[in-house]
T-cell receptor, first 113, second 113 residues
Framework: AQSVTQPDIHITVSEGASLELRCNYSYGATPYLFWYVQSPGQGLQLLLKYFSGDTLVQGIKGFEAEFKRSQSSFNLRKPSVHWSDAAEYFCAVGGRRGFKTIFGAGTRLFVKA | DGGITQSPKYLFRKEGQNVTLSCEQNLNHDAMYWYRQDPGQGLRLIYYSQIVNDFQKGDIAEGYSVSREKKESFPLTVTSAQKNPTAFYLC????????????FGQGTRLTVV
């Protein structure tokens, strides 16, 4: 069965510290992987996506993610967190053409001064 | 600017009433989706449509109905049969012709009073 697991419900990091949000997926075919960010009461904005090729993908706002097939993981990273990064982050997996994309439960990021 | 517009942003409904949420897109996307978001549960797919005049049930379709009479529009009706309709509803669309991500509207928060 297809699934996405984000093990951390919430994470708190200090401003300027590095960040890693974990994502593990289960998918029978070649996965298409996404990270989205959501501010309170807003829609979701795409941070980055992986379809094929280089397993380290760069996204907007200084985020990057690494696809590790052997670990079924697609962790999101940022070297230095800014207060404006406080939001909820969703990992998602989909098949060809993005139909029936499956979302994880989300990780809420808190940033402390 | 191209995008997805959901209206209204906030909606209040009395128990026993049907209510319709609007979703319009001008991205020329073939596929459109409705998701429900509850705290700690990620996004759950209600209905999706790959083409005009066709739509499919998602994982939690009971108590909801949709129509797709125009490519640009995919309204969602929350019926009185939906036992727990208070939630945040997100509409999304994607291209059917390319492997690509879903684009999201800003959401509608429905509250049953």
């Amino acid at each position: 069965a297809q699934s996405v697991t984000q093990p951390d419900i919430h994470i708190t990091v200090s401003e300027g510290a590095s960040l890693e949000l974990r994502c593990n997926y289960s998918y029978g075919a070649t996965p298409y992987l996404f990270w989205y960010v959501q501010s309170p009461g807003q829609g979701l904005q795409l941070l980055l996506k992986y379809f094929s090729g280089d397993t380290l993908v760069q996204g907007i706002k200084g985020f990057e993610a690494e696809f590790k097939r052997s670990q079924s993981s697609f962790n999101l990273r940022k070297p230095s967190v800014h207060w404006s990064d406080a939001a909820e982050y969703f990992c998602a997996v989909g098949g060809r053409r993005g139909f029936k994309t499956i979302f994880g439960a989300g990780t809420r990021l808190f940033v402390k001064a | 600017d191209g995008g997805i517009t959901q209206s209204p942003k906030y909606l209040f409904r009395k128990e026993g009433q049907n209510v319709t949420l609007s979703c319009e897109q001008n991205l020329n996307h073939d596929a459109m989706y409705w998701y429900r978001q509850d705290p700690g549960q990620g996004l759950r797919l209600i209905y999706y449509s790959q083409i005009v005049n066709d739509f499919q049930k998602g994982d939690i379709a009971e108590g909801y109905s949709v129509s797709r009479e125009k490519k640009e529009s995919f309204p969602l009706t929350v019926t009185s049969a939906q036992k727990n309709p208070t939630a945040f509803y997100l509409c999304a669309s994607s291209s059917r012709d390319r492997n690509t991500e879903a684009f999201f509207g800003q959401g509608t928060r429905l509250t049953v009073v």
